[in-house]
């Protein structure tokens, strides 16, 4: 099992080093090496799954190579395997094969085509690298290692000015989260000597009576290592305040989108948090600061995606909200439905981007709303796509994200947080108001873009169109599927903790899933549902009423509460003002001028009065040394 | 007999006397190579009659020695004096000031 689970780690891995290695070949060599590589490892984690559940085997964890062994610690290379990672190397896989196969496609007039594919087999690997990893060290080399590919593919178009500030941004924003996270990785190894996760867990009882002292302040430490381990997964997972990189990041390619947003990248930060749900069970306050952290990110985030005007923008804001959803699952010590939404809405949030790149291509890369219309008519595949991808992110009872987001919803409630219950049921109006925004503006009305004749008449190639459709199924049918084995934990059995929490609600609320599809037609989120349904039919597709925002909202909301300001105007100032006042008083007034250039004026300064002792007359020379030595044996018979 | 002061004395009016010719000669190099010269022999008569007087065979073997390197060192001082007039047209001392700061 371990050799099959190291193949399927290792195979992009490798077809990154074949790409690397034949960085000029054709481009149906790069094609087939980067899929095919992509295919298998999939074929092996649905393989592997299948083996892991039949079988019923327990929790592998296994060092398979260790590179620093010193007395204290050691450090390995090791694979976790567990029905969480690998259902989650399956989601991973499976949604990276769609989306290189939807590239040949997407890519194919591109000059660096090869570079392409090259990048994106690094991001899966690199994802993998986490999801498999046994011990927080390796975490964190795969954490880096996608934080890395994410930047060289946002920035993939490295001509393009605005690309190269976002993943500029990305970069910089997930460093802020990595202080967070090294500093958890460093206090996890002074506390518990070790960075293996199952010896963690072991021992985490000892350590959660234990405190620790900052600043005089004293924190219990495993809340303080949760607290610090979850500013990294903020970043990552783009959460308030460290969420403003995402939207930016869309100045990457159109299929990259659909890979950080549904598999490789954001999905991470949620990962960790339930991989480390054992530790994070027992750190109450922290987990009610991060149940905080979802719902306002649910909730204000998905407001924003309202008066944004790019189709990518508002799936990337919807995106952030989403995780929001997933960030409050986890608060909630709810860790199973947590990564349940990830999965369906890994499925369905990469089919919304993979439609957009189809609409995006379509339309001779024009990305705003505005302007493109009507599309309904000769993209009836993309149309019929976005569709059930839409009814699965705004939760219509049946699809996948029905069931994933209801559950989180219903759930938080049933356990009593209800501020965060009311901001997360709010954002089902936003959601699907947004969702109304962007299907009536693009496949409904007159499209003002002008498009050939040629063009109108055909759909998109059928490398594109297949994974549309092929996302088309889990997006809809995955969610009820698994669910009650799910719900009932026998799906991710001992891997994720606090199981019980959910089987109360399953039993107390749910009872199967047929129930709780009935059920959701009498509750008040099936209303929210509907009302916004309503409101945006007659608001965005007949038209029949204009709402006039107040201006100081809209320009909150346009300027994404100040967010985008404070990241790229003041955070810039700050620290342009920081590095002048270094630059001008360090720099050049003490170590240029106090230092450098002072020592070489002293020492000149000296000089000159020290040559006037070189007379260059022998005669002087001599009487010196004969004076000296008379001086010399005056001292030392006076001495003796 | 003499007594041992008089050769003392003597020596030391020989090495004033090159001293004061190292010092006081503000003419040429040739001079500054005699002075040298006699500073050598002044210390050599030191260690005649100091090896004289004491009896000792060891004072007197070294002043062979001390010959033998002062004849070494002229050659050499010459050697440099003959190289000097080629390059410079002039042994004097005054024109050797080419280091002064």
Redesign the interface.
């Known amino acids: 099992m371990i050799n099959i689970a190291l193949l399927l780690l290792l195979t992009p891995l490798i077809g990154t080093l074949i790409l690397l290695y034949l960085q000029n070949s054709s481009k149906k060599l790069t094609i087939i090496i980067s899929n095919l590589s992509i295919l298998f490892s999939f074929l092996l984690s649905v393989y592997l799954l299948i083996l892991y559940i039949s079988s019923n085997a327990s929790t592998l964890s296994k060092d398979v190579l260790v590179f620093a062994d010193v007395k204290i610690y050691s450090l390995a290379f090791g694979l976790y395997i567990d029905s969480l990672s690998l259902v989650m190397c399956t989601v991973v896989t499976s949604v990276s094969f769609l989306v290189h196969y939807y590239s040949i496609s997407y890519m194919k007039d591109e000059k660096s085509f090869n570079r392409f594919f090259i990048y994106t087999n690094f991001f899966t690997f690199s994802m993998l690298l986490i999801v498999l990893s046994n011990n927080f060290f390796q975490l964190f080399i795969g954490w880096e290692l996608v934080g890395l590919s994410s930047y060289l593919l946002i920035g993939f178009w490295t001509k393009k000015d605005s690309a190269i500030k976002a993943n500029y941004k990305a970069f910089l924003v997930n460093r802020v989260g990595d202080i967070g996270l090294i500093l958890g990785l460093c206090l996890i190894f002074i506390s518990y000597n070790t960075t293996n996760y199952n010896e963690v867990f072991q021992l985490k009882d000892t350590i959660n009576n234990t405190n620790i002292n900052i600043f005089g302040y004293t924190f219990n430490t495993l809340s303080f290592i949760c607290f610090l381990l979850f500013i990294g997964a903020m970043a990552k997972s783009a959460q308030v305040p460290l969420h403003f990189w995402l939207p930016d990041s869309m100045e990457g390619p159109t299929p990259i989108s659909a890979l950080i947003h549904a598999a490789t990248m954001v999905t991470a930060g949620i990962y960790m948090v339930a991989r480390l749900s054992p530790l994070y069970v027992l750190a109450e306050d922290v987990s009610l600061f991060i149940l905080y952290v979802g719902s306002i990110t649910a909730f204000f985030l998905g407001i924003v995606a309202l008066v944004q005007n790019d189709i990518k923008r508002i799936i990337a804001y919807s995106t952030i909200s989403q995780l929001g959803y997933m960030t409050a699952a986890l608060g909630a010590s709810l860790y199973s439905l947590a990564i349940f939404h990830l999965i369906t809405h890994a499925f369905f949030k990469a089919l919304l981007f993979l439609c957009a790149g189809s609409i995006i291509i379509k339309c001779h890369h024009e990305q705003d709303i505005r302007k493109i219309g009507g599309l309904r008519r000769f993209m009836p595949i993309t149309y019929m796509a976005f569709l059930y991808a839409s009814l699965s992110l705004i939760g219509f009872p049946l699809t996948s994200g029905f069931y994933s987001k209801e559950t989180i919803i219903d759930a938080v409630g049933y356990y009593g947080h209800t501020i965060p219950y009311i901001m997360l049921l709010l954002s089902i109006f936003t959601t699907t108001l947004y969702t109304a925004k962007i299907f009536s503006k693009v496949f409904f009305g007159e499209c003002t873009l002008h498009l050939d004749n040629e063009l109108k008449n055909k759909e998109n190639d059928s490398e594109m169109l297949m994974p549309l459709v092929v996302l088309t199924i889990p997006s809809v049918f995955l969610g009820i599927f698994i669910y009650d084995s799910l719900m009932l934990g026998t799906l991710f059995g001992t891997s994720l903790a606090a199981q019980e929490l959910v089987e109360s609600f399953y039993n107390d609320y749910v009872i199967n899933s047929l129930n709780f599809f009935l059920h959701s037609f009498l509750t008040i989120n099936f209303l929210i549902l509907l009302s916004a349904i309503i409101f945006g039919y007659f608001y965005y597709y007949k038209k029949s009423f204009v709402i006039k925002t107040p201006s100081f909202i809209k320009n909150i909301l346009t300027e994404e509460y100040g967010f985008n300001i404070f990241s790229s105007k003041y955070i810039p100032e700050l620290q342009n003002f920081i590095t002048k006042y270094l630059w001008r008083r360090v720099d050049i007034s003490a170590i240029d001028n106090g230092f450098v250039n002072n020592t070489s004026y002293l020492l000149n300064k000296i000089s000159y009065k020290?040559?006037?002792?070189?007379?260059?007359?022998?005669?002087h020379y001599?009487?010196t040394i004969?004076s000296a030595l008379i001086l010399l044996l005056l001292i030392i018979g006076y001495k003796n | 007999m003499i007594p041992i002061s008089y050769y003392l004395i003597l020596s030391t009016i020989i090495f004033t006397i090159s001293?004061a010719g190292?010092?006081?000669?503000?003419k040429n190099i040739l001079v500054?190579l005699m002075s040298l010269e006699l500073m050598f022999l002044s210390v050599n008569f030191n260690l005649i009659t100091l090896g004289n007087y004491l009896g000792d065979l060891t004072g007197q073997v070294f002043v062979f020695f001390v010959l033998t390197v002062v004849a070494a060192e002229s050659a050499i001082g010459l050697a440099l004096l003959i190289v000097l007039f080629r390059s410079k047209k002039s042994i004097d001392?005054?024109d050797?000031?080419?280091?002064?700061?």
């Open positions: 020290v040559r006037k002792v070189h007379t260059g007359f022998i005669y001599s009487l004969i | 001293i190292i010092f006081l000669n503000r500054l001392v005054d050797l000031s080419e280091l002064k700061g």
